[in-house]
Structures are given as structure tokens and as C-alpha cells.
């Protein structure tokens, strides 16, 4: 919960959700291009043939208006009656035509082929790097601002591949082509329209400064309002709870109202610079059918001449305007690439040592040394100084203290979510910042307050998708935790499907196939953070027999609000502050009369209460 609470509030305050739009870093092109092109190396092939077929599709195209010319200069002006070549003439124009589409079609597929296939790269490579990182990371960044990297700057290069790339490589060739195709037709015309080129420099500038900001306003406000949109998604019951729907809902307005302002301003420049290039298109065939009409009349060019090199020019600016046009997402795509690149380059605070200890999962006995261990989230501010704690291989030990006391920290230590900064933690006298942390997972099972339950059927949810375990072994191991009636009564049985997070079920059933998990997976030691917090006494009892079935043969430490999960415990320790201040059994603490007794009286209050409210 505390951390629904943190990653929420972490978003309202990064601006995820609200506030002035962070400032866009400065796209850093050279770095960005020599890490795309790491990954296209791998599509050099591909890259080979999409060049090739650009070039016959450019060629197929720009070879049309020749044709027409030959048509109209050799044979229409000439007077000419020679309908079999002229037949020829159309028969090539139809030829090229399918040509230029098969090859536009046969690029455009490989391109956007290899593309993808570079996209859905990375994509998996950041999904996975994530799941790397260590909790400290996940304490200091917010969901919002996750989901956005793989979501938004991923499609931002999806963008690149599709639209940039494809426009840089196609219409760059197309400008070099036609400028050729024109020289080659009339030099002097070439001359005079080479004349307008400052002109188009200027109105793609001018563009490019006035459209930059309205598009990059109109990214990070899409940003915001997708990071706005998961944290309430995540934080919905939140939000509920505190009867936030109206407040939230006023804040999207206010989010969905400012991005669609900035999508109006980017659509209204775009459409004024699309505008002033048709213009500039129109004065330039003016111009030239000035300058090329007054030659045809002077009989120094041909009528034919004229109408190519109109109809180039018409083709000559759609590459210019599309290139424009592509600046941005190209710059957009660069600051993406650099941000993903920002957070692989990220390592995780816990890693496995280069030769981690190989040990046998089966031979390892449980028992804990927390070895005078000093440790804080912050450096400078330790949460526990110098505890030292000795646990018994099977023993189990019951956990409480205040609020804030240090009860999580001390088994997040255990999980190796975050190291000590002094001391050592041990199982059976092995330091285990000397182990894989995949083996030591294997080792520790935990069961949170908050089970998470993955969108699957029940039988992949206990067996964590790992099809190595058997079906029958699931269903042994609900059987075994008291699980299974639950199951059987369900429609689909253990095919039933879950939501995600388990909606759908109770806390005591989520709580349950969470116990039958644990069965599945045998871990040495197991840890029950407030397990039974949520849940009703009815399931409470069942929950309780399922952890007797469950910590049998293991070392346990159950964390408990609730003194009637640890009662039984073998020792139980009592919290505060980061220090251990009492410790015994249920017995001993309450002879001593300290804290614990305190507290013990205070549940039992509790409990009359609610025994009075459930006798109602
Ligand atoms: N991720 C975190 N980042 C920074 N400080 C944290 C973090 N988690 C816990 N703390 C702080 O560390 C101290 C110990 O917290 P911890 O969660 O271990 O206590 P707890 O005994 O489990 O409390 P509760 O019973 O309320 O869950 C508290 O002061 C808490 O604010």
C-alpha cells in the first residue's frame, strides 16, 4: 500500500500527472544514429534490398514524364503517324507504372519489416532490462514515467523507421533524381529554378522554429496525460477510497483540454507551411511557364521540354515538404533513443557477483544470521544500526512493532531488494550477496498482504507460468493449503481465468493459491509480510491452518498487525525504531509486561469489538 501511495504521489509531484511540462532534452543526433545503427547491422541485408528497390521505384517514376515528353516532341509535334511506336511509348509508361508500384510496395514492406523488427528489439530489451533493476530505482521513478519509455519513446522510433527513414531515404533520392532529370532535359531552365532554392531554405527554417515547439508541447502532453492516465489506473482503489474520482476527473480535463489545444496549434502550422509550399509550387510553375512558354514560342526548347519539366517541378516539391515535415519526428525519435538508452544504461544497484556461489537448493537447512546490520533508503539516515539476529533452521518467528519499526525493511533485506550498508546477511552461514539472486528467490518465498496474481488461468498463476510443473502438482499443492474446495466451485475449475492483480477473487483466496504457490515452489524459508491483514477471522482460521500445513519443515517469519497469526510463533520479536527491544515467546513476553503486553491488550480490545459488531 505504502508503495501505491509513493509511486502516486512520486507522479503528482514528477509532473507525470500535472504541473509544467519538463523541459525536453537537447537531441544528441550522433549518438543516437551510431546506436540505431548498432541494431540495423543486423538488417544489412534487408537495408541492401530496400535501397535497391527505392532506386528502380524512383527511376520507374521519374522516367513517366520523359516518356510524355518523347511522345509529345517526337511524334505529336513532329506530325508524326507512327501509332505502333506511340503504342510502345504507352505500353512502357504502363510498365513503368507497375513497376514503380511493386517496388514502392517491396520496399516499403522490407523496410518497415526490419524496422519493426528493430522496434520490437528494443522494446523486449527495455521490458527485461526493467525487471532488472533494483528496488532503490523503482523507489526513486515513477510508473508513469516506465510506462511512457516503453510506450511512447519506443513508438517514437517506431515513427522513425516508419516515416523517417522511409522519407530521408525515398525522397532525398527523388530530389537528386529529378534534379538530374531536369538538367539533363534544359540546363538554363535547371538554372532558373535552382533560383527559388533560398527561398524554400528560408520557409523550411522559418517552419522548422515555429513548428518545434508547438509539436514537442504536443509529445509531452500526450506523455503526461498517458502517465496521468496508468497512475490512476494503479491507484484506483486510492482514489476510490478518498473519493477522488472528481478531483481526478478535473485534473484529465485539465490534462485532455491543454493536449488538445497543443494538437489544434501543431495541426494549424501544419496545414500553413503544406499551404505555403503548394503556393510556392504554383509561383514556380508560373515562372516557369513564363520563362520555358517564352523559349517554346523563340523555338529554343520544345513544347514537350516544358511540359516535363512542369510536371518535375510539381514532383520536386512533395519530397522537399515531406522531408520537412519529417524534422521533427526526427528529432523527437532522437531524444527518445537517447532516453531509452539513459535508463539501459542504468545498472542495477544488486548484482550477482561475476562467479556467484553454486549451491544445492535441496541440502540448504534455513538458518538466518543478520549480522549487526546497519541500513537506510538514504545514505546519512540509517532505518536499523548494529541488529543482529539469529534465526534456527525451522524455527518460526513472529514479527511486530509499530508502525515504521523496520519489520519489511529488515525481510526486504533478507529478499536482497536492497543490501546493508554494514554487517552481513547469512543463510546457513553463507553470506548471500554470494549467490545468484535467481537461486536465493528460490530459497526465500514470500507471501505479501497484496498477493499478485498475473492475467492467466489458476493453474499458471501457482506455478508462475512454469511449464515444468505439472498440473497435478498444483492441484496437490491446493489441496494441501485447503485451496482447492475454493477452486473446484469456480466455473472454469483451475482453468478459471484471472484478471490481473486476481480481481475477481477474495483477499483470502488470492491469499491461498498465493500459500499453494509456496508448496509449488518449496522454498527453505518462507516470509508472510501481514498475510493475514486483510482478512476476516472466518478466513483468517483458514488462512492460519493453511500456514501451519505451509511453514512445516521451513524456517518462517510471519510479520503480523494481527497477534493471533503469531501466538504460536516459536520466538517472537518485538519492533521498534529499527531495534529489536523484546523478544520470547507469546508467554514470556506477556510475563515480562513491557510493549508487547501493551499491545496484546490493545488486540484483544480489538477483537471484543469486533466479536460484539459480528455478534449483531
Ligand atoms: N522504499 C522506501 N524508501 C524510503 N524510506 C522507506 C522505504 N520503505 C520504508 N521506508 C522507511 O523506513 C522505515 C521503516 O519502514 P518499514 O516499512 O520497514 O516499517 P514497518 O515496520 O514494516 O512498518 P509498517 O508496519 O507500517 O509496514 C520507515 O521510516 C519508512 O518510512
Given amino acids: 500500500m505504502r508503495q501505491a501511495i509513493n509511486n502516486w504521489q512520486m507522479d503528482l509531484k514528477t509532473g507525470a500527472g500535472g504541473g509544467k511540462p519538463p523541459k525536453q532534452p537537447k537531441p544528441q543526433y550522433r549518438s543516437a ?24 521505384a524512383i527511376a520507374a517514376e521519374l522516367l513517366q514524364p520523359y516518356l510524355v515528353k518523347v511522345a509529345i516532341d517526337d511524334h505529336l509535334m513532329a506530325g508524326k503517324k507512327d501509332f505502333g511506336s506511340l503504342l510502345i511509348i504507352c505500353g512502357i509508361y504502363l510498365a513503368l507504372s507497375l513497376a514503380g508500384f511493386v517496388f514502392t510496395y517491396l520496399q516499403n514492406n522490407l523496410l518497415q519489416y526490419a524496422g519493426q523488427s528493430i522496434v520490437a528489439k528494443i522494446r523486449k530489451q527495455l521490458f527485461e532490462h526493467i525487471t532488472k533493476l533494483s ?17 511512447s519513446d519506443t513508438e517514437a522510433l517506431n515513427q522513425f523507421f516508419n516515416q523517417v527513414l522511409l522519407t530521408l531515404l525515398r525522397d532525398g533520392l527523388m530530389l537528386v533524381f529529378i534534379l538530374v532529370m531536369m538538367f539533363q532535359l534544359d540546363a538554363t531552365l535547371g538554372v532558373y529554378c535552382l533560383a527559388i532554392l533560398p527561398l524554400i531554405a528560408f520557409i523550411a527554417v522559418a517552419f522548422r522554429s515555429f513548428v518545434r515547439n508547438t509539436y514537442q508541447m504536443a509529445r509531452t502532453r500526450l506523455s503526461r496525460l498517458v502517465a496521468f492516465v496508468a497512475e490512476n489506473l494503479s491507484g484506483m482503489n486510492l482514489i476510490q477510497v478518498f473519493q477522488q474520482q472528481k478531483a481526478q476527473a478535473e485534473q484529465f480535463k485539465e490534462r485532455n483540454d491543454a493536449y488538445f489545444k497543443a494538437n489544434v496549434r501543431e ?56 522531408i520537412t515535415q519529417q524534422w521533427n519526428t526526427l528529432q523527437s525519435a532522437t531524444v527518445a ?28 537447512q534455513g538458518g538466518i544470521d543478520f549480522n549487526r546490520i546497519t541500513f537506510g533508503y538514504e545514505s546519512g539516515s540509517p532505518v536499523m544500526r548494529g541488529l ?16 515504521g519499526a523496520g519489520k519489511s525493511s529488515l525481510i526486504s533485506l533478507l529478499c536482497r531488494f536492497y ?26 518465498g514470500l507471501v505479501q498482504q497484496e498477493p499478485y496474481l498475473f492475467a492467466g488461468s489458476i493453474i499458471d498463476n501457482v506455478r508462475m507460468f512454469d511449464e515444468s510443473i505439472s498440473r497435478e502438482e498444483v492441484i496437490r499443492a491446493c489441496e494441501f493449503v485447503g485451496a482447492d474446495p475454493l477452486v473446484r466451485l469456480m466455473k472454469d475449475g483451475y482453468d478459471t481465468r484471472l484478471s490481473e492483480r486476481g480481481s475477481g477473487l477474495s483477499a483470502g ?40 500445513a505451509v511453514s512445516q519443515g ?42 508487547y503486553e501493551q499491545l496484546y491488550r490493545h488486540s484483544q480490545g480489538e477483537l471484543d469489538n469486533r466479536e460484539a459488531r459480528a455478534s449483531l
Fill in 33 to 56: 544514429f551510431r546506436i540505431l545503427g548498432s541494431y540495423a547491422g543486423e538488417h544489412r541485408g534487408t537495408f541492401f534490398l530496400v535501397a535497391v528497390c527505392t532506386v528502380i
Fill in 135 to 151: 528496488m532503490s530505482y523503482f523507489d526513486k521513478t515513477s510508473n508513469g514515467s516506465l510506462i511512457t519509455h516503453v510506450s
Fill in 267 to 322: 495541426i494549424r502550422s501544419m496545414v500553413l507551411f503544406n499551404k505555403s509550399f503548394d503556393l510556392l509550387s504554383n509561383l514556380t510553375i508560373a515562372y516557369v511557364t513564363w520563362i520555358g512558354g517564352k523559349a517554346v514560342l523563340g523555338h529554343t526548347i520544345e513544347f514537350g521540354v516544358l511540359y516535363a519539366f512542369i510536371t518535375y517541378i510539381r514532383q520536386f516539391f512533395q519530397p522537399v515538404n515531406a
Fill in 337 to 364: 533513443v537517447n532516453r531509452i538508452w539513459g535508463l539501459l544504461d542504468i545498472q542495477p544497484d544488486i548484482e550477482d557477483r561475476p562467479q556467484p556461489l553454486r549451491i544445492n537448493r535441496e541440502t540448504v
Fill in 388 to 403: 543482529d539476529l539469529h534465526i534456527v533452521p525451522g524455527e518460526m518467528v513472529g514479527i511486530v512493532g509499530t508502525t
Fill in 419 to 444: 543490501d546493508v550498508q554494514e554487517g552481513s546477511i547469512q543463510i546457513d552461514g553463507i553470506d548471500i550477496r554470494t549467490l545468484p539472486q535467481e537461486e536465493l528467490h528460490r530459497i526465500v
Fill in 509 to 548: 483466496e488470492r491469499q491461498l493459491l498465493s500459500f499453494a504457490r509456496i508448496i509449488v515452489f518449496q522454498p527453505r524459508i518462507l516470509i508472510l509480510d501481514e498475510a493475514t491483514a486483510n482478512l476476516d477471522s472466518q478466513t483468517e482460521q483458514l488462512i492460519q491452518q493453511a500456514l501451519q
Fill in 554 to 595: 521451513r524456517t518462517t517469519i510471519v510479520i503480523a498487525h494481527r497477534l493471533s497469526t503469531i501466538m504460536q510463533a516459536d520466538r517472537i520479536l518485538v519492533m521498534r525504531q529499527g531495534a529489536i527491544v523484546e523478544t520470547g515467546t507469546h508467554s514470556q513476553l506477556l510475563a515480562k509486561q513491557g510493549y
